[in-house]
């Protein structure tokens, strides 16, 4: 769904944040700007992460880095790329960013663990205080310049 403006000077491209409930998608955001696209987390919203999904050039994963929230993030990944497959995008093949977020909750699991249960084909990773902007723009540059040298191929 990239759409270059020459006159402009611009590339407008979608990219999705996606994770499970209260992870911190909207927090991520509030740092960036409010017309970013985001997925609700919770469970029962199934059918809108799907159309959210719609034409997306990038994904950025919010995972909670909470012990109690591993299996959450686990579920939600396995979501997204199955709801990836059923747009007709491969996980494995898009443009794809991981931000462990929430970094400073004493709760928060290891780095290395978390990367060793989450990060599956050597994504790019960053660690992430989203409620205090740390992070964030590290996150969201990492996904854009993917997306610009997945454009650079077409
Ligand atoms: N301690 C801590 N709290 C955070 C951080 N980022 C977000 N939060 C808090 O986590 C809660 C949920 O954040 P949201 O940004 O609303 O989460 P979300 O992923 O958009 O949630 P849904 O849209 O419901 O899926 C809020 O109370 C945030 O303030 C962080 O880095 N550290
Ligand atoms: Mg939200």
Do not use: H
């Not at 409930?21 to 992460?49: E, H, M």
């Not at 931000?99 to 990060?119: G, H, I, S």
Request: proline fraction near 3%; include cysteine; charge should be neutral.
């Amino acid at each position: 769904m990239t759409f270059i403006n020459y006159a402009a000077r611009e590339i407008n491209c979608k990219i999705v944040y996606y994770g499970p409930g209260l992870c911190g998608k909207t927090t991520n955001l509030q740092w960036i700007y409010d017309n970013l696209y985001t997925v609700p987390g919770q469970v029962f919203y199934d059918a809108s992460r799907k159309l959210i999904l719609k034409g997306v050039d990038g994904v950025v994963f919010v995972a909670d880095s909470q012990e109690a929230r591993m299996e959450a993030n686990i579920e939600s990944l396995q979501n997204l790329d199955r709801n990836l497959k059923e747009q007709g995008y491969e996980l494995k093949l898009v443009p794809y960013v991981l931000q462990f977020n929430k970094r400073d909750l004493p709760t928060a699991v290891a780095m290395d663990e978390m990367y060793r249960q989450l990060n599956f084909k050597g994504e790019p990773t960053f660690e992430a205080v989203a409620m205090s902007g740390t992070g964030v723009f590290d996150t969201l540059k990492a996904v854009a310049k993917l997306v610009l040298t997945e454009l650079k191929k077409k």
